[in-house]
C-alpha cells in the first residue's frame, strides 16, 4: 500500500489567549493588569495547550494508495506521504539596546523596549467585584444552555427536521469546550468530515468559551453570561490563577460560525439546542456545560412514532487504537489493489515489512527508510520519482497532490487500516456519538484519505465551508481596505505577534519585545522582495488546493515601499508596549476601528475572541504575512489566503 498524506504547512490564535485585559484597544487605560504575573503553569494545562495549538492546527491533505506484495487480509504492504513541522526551542532572549532595520526592511529605528512584564498594578476595586463574581460563578457550574438556544419558530424547526430527514440521522461528538476558537474550528472542521462519509446530520456546541473581554470585565457580562472556565468544563486546571483570570464568557455558536452556510454548501448541521428540542427536549437548561453529549439525558422520542431515540457509542479507544490508521474508506484501495491478494512476497517486500514490523507502533517508516531498502534496484538512490517507479513494480500505485512544502513519506502495512465509512454507516441509530477526546495528537482531518477527491473534498470544507459569520468577513474586508489606503493603495503587509499566555508558556518566539519585532521586521522585510519579485514577473502561484483562482492583485497593485507601515494582530495589552508598536510603525486593530464599526458590529467585538476572528480576515487580505507556527491564528489566516488565491510564497509560518 503506497500511502500519501500532505499537509500544507498550516498552523490552524490570539482568540486563544487566556489574559483578560484591563486596557481596551482604543488605547484608553483601565488599569492594565500583566496577566502573566502569579500564573502557575500546570503540567496539564501546559500539555494540552502545546498539543492543542501547535501538533494540531492549520490545513493538512491527506491521500492514501497502496502498494501490495503479499496476502490481502495481512499481507498488504504501502508507503505513506507525511508532512510535520519541526519542534524548536525558542532562542535566548537577547538584550537590544538599539536597533535599526536595513534598507530592503521597512526602515525603523527604535530605543530598548520596555519590558515585557511590567509590574502590575494594584488590584482596584472593580478586579475585586470581579474576583467575588467569579467566585460565585465557581459555586456551580451554571447550566449551558438557557442564554445561548437559539429562538426557532415552528417553520425554523420543521426545516431543520427536514433537512435531517434526508440523512441517515445525527453525529455527535463530546466537544472539547476548554480550547480557544481556533482549535474549536479545527475540531469542527474534522467533524464536518465524518459525519458527511456517514451521512448523518452534526450536532454542534450551542456556544463556545471566550476567554477575555477587551474592555471592562462587567461590559462583557452584560451582554455574554460570564463563568468559571474550570468548573463550566469539569477541569482543575486553572484554579491556581488569579480569580479574573479563571473568567470566560459563553458566546453562541451563531456569533462564531456561519451555520446557514454550511448548510447551504450541503453540510447539514444543527446546535445542541436545536437537536433536544427536534427530540422532543425543551429544557433550555439540559445542555451540558463542557461539550459532552449526555447519554442519558438528551435521546429524546422520535417525532414519527414517538418511539425513544437510539444511541450507537463509537468508543475512544476504537477510533485509532494501537497499531491502526484510521482512513476515510478502505474500499477503493482494497478495489484497485486486490489483485495482488495472492502474489508472492519479493525480498525487497520482505525487508520493508520487516522494517515496518521493527517499529514501536508496527505501522510506519520513513520514506528515507524505504529508499535504504531498495536503494541497490535504483540508478539514482536519490530520486524520488524513481523511488517510486520501483515501489510502483513491486505492486504500488501512487496518486497524490504536490504540497507546497516537501513531504515526509513512510511505509505502512495494509492490515493497520481501518475506514471510517465502511465501519460505521451501516448503522440504522437515530444518533452515532464518537466518544471522548478525538483532538489532541491528530492531524487535521483526523483520519487520512485514500483517493484524491476524498483529500479534496475535505480541502473544501476546510477553505470554503468553515467561515466566520457575515458581519466578521465584512468587518474584516473594510478593515483591510482601510490598512491598503494607509500604505497609498500598494501592496500591504501583516504579521501575528503571540504573546500572553505564549511568555508564561515558554513558547513565544523572542521573550524580549524588542527582539520579536526585529524578528518580524526581518521576515517581512524578505515579503517584501518577494512581492516586488511576484509584481515585476507577473506570476502569481496558488497554494495547491482545489478550484482557487489567482489573485490578480498581486500583480496589478505597486509593490511596498520602505518605510510602509504593516498590520499586526497581537495579543500584547501592555498601554507602553502598544504606543512603543505603534511608533515602530505597526499599525493595530483598534487603530482601524471606529467608533461606528464597533456600534454597528455590536457587543460582540468587545470579547477578544471574535476581535481576533476579525484580525483573521484582515490578515487573509494582506499580501505578505508572517507568524509563528505554534500559534493556530496562524494557521486559520493562511486557509483564508489560500482560499483567495494568494500566492503560496507569501505566506511564511516560522
Known sequence: MLFTRWRTRFFPSSSDTTSPSRLPLNGLQFDAIDARKGFLSSPVRSTLAFFGTALLTGLSFHLLALMMTGGFTSSYRGVSVLEDWEMREPPPPIVVTSVVVGSDACQTSFPAPISASPPPPTPTTDLEQAASLTATVAETAVPASSEVVTKQNDTELEELRAMVSKTKGYFARDWSLYLGWNNMRYIIEAALEQSRLLNRTLILPSFVYARACEWEIEFCAAFAPMVNRGKAVDSTAWDTLPAYQQIAYRIPMEEMLDTPHLRKLGHPVVLTSQFLRLSGLNDPDLETSKGNFDKEKYLGTRAEDGSKMTLFVVKNDEYDPHRVIRVDRVGPLADKFGRFAHGDVGTVSMKLWEKVDSKQDHTMIRWEEARDIVKEDMKDPGDDEELEKVLAGMGSGMEWLKSVVQPVKQIAPLRSLRGWQEDYAFLDHDVVLLEGEIHLGRKPGAMFFSTPEARDAYAKIVLEAVRPIDKIRELGEKLGQRMKRRVGGRMWMAAHMRRGDFIREGWVMEQ???????????????????????????????????????????????????????????????????????????????????????????????????????????????????????????????????????????????
Open 512 to 654: 524580549n519585545i524588542g527582539d520579536h519585532l526585529l524578528r518580524i521586521k526581518e521576515h517581512l522585510a524578505n515579503g517584501s522582495r518577494i512581492l516586488h519579485g511576484i509584481h515585476e514577473r507577473r506570476e502569481v502561484i496558488t497554494f495547491h488546493v482545489p478550484d482557487v483562482e489567482p489573485d490578480q492583485t498581486q500583480i496589478t497593485l505597486e509593490p511596498p515601499e520602505d518605510g510602509d507601515p504593516f498590520f499586526l494582530a497581537t495579543d500584547e495589552r501592555f498601554a507602553n508596549n502598544l504606543i512603543w508598536l505603534r511608533q515602530n510603525n505597526a499599525v493595530l486593530i483598534s487603530d482601524l476601528l471606529t467608533p461606528q464599526d464597533r456600534r454597528e458590529f455590536g457587543w460582540p467585538i468587545m470579547i477578544t475572541d471574535v476581535l481576533a476572528l476579525v484580525e483573521q480576515v484582515v490578515i487573509s487580505h494582506s499580501y505578505y504575512f508572517y507568524a509563528h507556527a505554534m500559534s493556530s491564528l496562524a494557521g486559520g489566516a493562511v486557509n483564508m489566503r489560500a482560499g483567495k488565491g494568494k500566492d503560496y510564497r507569501t505566506s511564511w509560518i516560522d
